[in-house]
């Protein structure tokens, strides 16, 4: 299982599949979804939009992600 950290919540599915590289495009990404080919917290979820907050966990292929919450005060 892989943790994967966001500093805001919520983040919608599909970006999450993007931007951790389990596929190449945002359009792939919105394809594996809609397809049935991802799971959020055990159940399959075809809304690409989803929305994903920390604790959720996603799985897709091979691959578990956690998200995780970093509530570091961000410095300006």
């Not at 945002?26 to 994903?52: F, H, M, P, Y």
Request: no cysteine.
């Amino acid at each position: 299982m892989r943790l994967i950290t966001v500093n805001t919540v919520p983040v919608e599915l599909y970006k999450i599949l993007k931007f951790e590289g389990l596929v190449s495009s945002g359009a792939e990404a919105k394809a594996a979804v809609a397809e049935g080919l991802v799971k959020v917290n055990g159940d399959i979820e075809t809304r690409k939009r989803k929305k994903i907050v920390a604790g959720d966990l996603i799985e897709f292929g091979s691959e578990t992600l956690r998200i995780v919450l970093d509530d570091t005060p961000q410095v300006d």
